[in-house]
């Protein structure tokens, strides 16, 4: 079935550090895939999304590339900053009205 | 566009009584919304997918007669968890799309908490 694999967390940077949060999927066909970010006491907030292979999604200085041939979408920052500090979730679907499937999520903390 | 509203973002009520969340699409109409659970410090869980003018298809271990899910209109579902107790408290969230290439939108979720 489908999957997706996320990195275990918390994860804990100093600001203006490099951060990458990995991320790998298992689907039949070709999904697509998105990050989504949940602040405190917030629902989630669609971060960025890549809907074929070779794709690069890209917000707020964040970036993801659609690898199909690693099954992949890493989440990188170049220089994170404290108001990064949230709940980063890799979810893929494979259609409009197809459910979304969520990793587990990876906190993030970052220290100023 | 692509907004997603819920109501309301916090409750709290007896245990016995039943308490409905809504769910609006602002700007767009979404013939399927989805309504997810969500326990402290993990990941969202989906109890059902909510269909327009049909009934709602329950994932597996969720209680249907539990969580009521309404899709009356293209803009509105509803979800109302009926003889509440302190075991559904929990972050309920509900998302929709207005295409498949704009993702999903969600709510700001609801805070449900039963005393």
């Known amino acids: 079935g489908n999957s997706v694999t996320q990195m275990e967390g918390p994860v804990t940077l100093s600001e203006e550090a490099f951060l990458t949060i990995n991320c790998t999927y298992t689907?039949?066909?070709?999904?697509?895939l998105f990050w989504y970010v949940q602040y405190p006491g917030e629902g989630l907030q669609l971060l960025l999304k890549a809907t074929k292979a070779d794709d690069k999604g890209s917000n707020k200085g964040f970036e993801a590339t659609y690898r199909k041939e690693t099954t992949s979408f890493h989440l990188e920052k170049g220089s994170v900053q404290v108001s990064d500090s949230a709940v980063y979730f890799c979810?893929?679907?494979?259609?409009?009205?197809?459910?979304?499937?969520f990793g587990k999520g990876t906190r993030l903390h970052i220290l100023p | 566009g692509a907004v997603v509203s819920q109501h309301p973002s916090r409750v709290i009520c007896k245990s016995g009584t039943s308490v409905k969340i809504e769910c609006r699409s602002l700007d767009f109409q979404a013939t399927t919304m989805f309504w997810y659970r969500q326990f402290p410090k993990q990941s969202l869980m989906l109890m059902a997918t909510s269909n327009e003018g049909s009934k709602a298809t329950y994932e597996q271990g969720v209680e249907k007669d539990k969580f009521l899910i309404n899709h009356a209109s293209l803009t509105l579902s509803t979800l109302t968890v009926t003889s509440a107790h302190p075991e559904d408290s929990s972050f309920y969230i509900c998302s929709a799309s207005p295409g498949p290439q704009y993702g999903y939108t969600f709510g700001s979720g609801t805070r449900l908490t039963v005393v």
């Open positions: 689907a039949t066909g070709y999904p697509s």
């Open positions: 979810a893929l679907t494979r259609g409009r009205d197809d459910k979304i499937i």
